[in-house]
T-cell receptor, first 113, second 113 residues
C-alpha cells in the first residue's frame, strides 16, 4: 500500500541554524508533493508545491527538493527562528486523482533561542 | 479576507446524537473537502466535492453525510454520533489547476461521549 514517512521524532535545533525535514514515500509515483505547516489547534497552512519534474523550489527562507529516484523530499528552513516552531506535513498527489492527497503524519520542529 | 470558516469550534455530543458541521469559503473555489485528524493517523479524507452539485466519498466516509449547498458552503453531518467519531475535523478548499495547495479552516474539535 502507499505509504509516507516523515521523521517521527521531534527535531530540535538552535536559532539561526538550518532545519532539514525528510519525507519518504513508497509504492507511489506522485505528480507533485506539497508541504504544510500546522500550529497547535490550527489547520494546516500551505507552504510549497513541487512537481515531479522539478528538482528544487525556493520561497524566501524555505527550500524543497524532490528526488523521484530516491522517493524522497527534503524541506529546509534556513536561518531558523523560534517562530518557525511547528509541525510540518508533507502530502503527495497525482494529476489523475489529486483530490485524494496522501498525507504524512508530520514532523515537529522546535527552534530554540 | 476570511478564507475558510468552520463552525462550531468545539462540540460535545452524546452517543446517538446528530449534528452538522458547517463550512464556508469566500475564495470562489470549486473544490472543497472534509478531513478528520487523529493522533497517529494523520489527515484522512471523509468526503470531497469537486464542484457545486457533486460529492464523492473519501477514505473514511462511513457514518457521515455531506451537502454541497452552493459554491461557498459544504456541510458535514453526523446522523448518529459514535465515540469513534471523536476527532478534529477540518474543512478545506482548493483553486482549480495543479499549482495550488489547500486552504484549511481552523477546525472543529468534536468529542462524543
Amino acid at each position: 500500500s502507499q505509504k509516507i514517512e516523515q521523521n517521527s521524532e521531534a527535531l530540535n535545533i538552535q536559532e539561526g541554524k538550518t532545519a532539514t525535514l525528510t519525507c519518504n514515500y513508497t509504492n507511489y509515483s506522485p505528480a507533485y508533493l506539497q508541504w504544510y505547516r500546522q500550529d497547535p489547534g490550527r489547520g494546516p497552512v500551505f507552504l510549497l508545491l513541487i512537481r515531479e519534474n522539478e528538482k528544487e523550489k525556493r520561497k524566501e527562507r524555505l527550500k524543497v527538493t524532490f528526488d523521484t529516484t530516491l522517493k524522497q523530499s527534503l524541506f529546509h528552513i534556513t536561518a531558523s527562528q523560534p517562530a518557525d516552531s511547528a509541525t510540518y506535513l508533507c502530502a503527495l498527489g497525482d494529476t489523475g486523482n489529486n483530490r485524494k492527497l496522501i498525507w504524512g503524519l508530520g514532523t515537529s520542529l522546535a527552534v530554540n533561542p | 479576507n476570511a478564507g475558510v470558516t468552520q463552525t462550531p469550534k468545539f462540540q460535545v455530543l452524546k452517543t446517538g446524537q446528530s449534528m452538522t458541521l458547517q463550512c464556508a469559503q469566500d475564495m470562489n473555489h470549486n473544490s472543497m473537502y472534509w478531513y478528520r485528524q487523529d493522533p497517529g493517523m494523520g489527515l484522512r479524507l471523509i468526503y470531497y466535492s469537486a464542484s457545486e452539485g457533486t460529492t464523492d466519498k473519501g477514505e473514511v466516509p462511513n457514518g457521515y453525510n455531506v451537502s454541497r449547498l452552493n459554491k461557498r458552503e459544504f456541510s458535514l453531518r453526523l446522523e448518529s454520533a459514535a465515540p469513534s467519531q471523536t476527532s478534529v475535523y477540518f474543512c478545506a478548499s482548493r483553486a482549480d489547476g495543479g499549482s495550488y495547495g489547500y486552504t484549511f479552516g481552523s477546525g472543529t474539535r468534536l468529542t462524543v461521549v
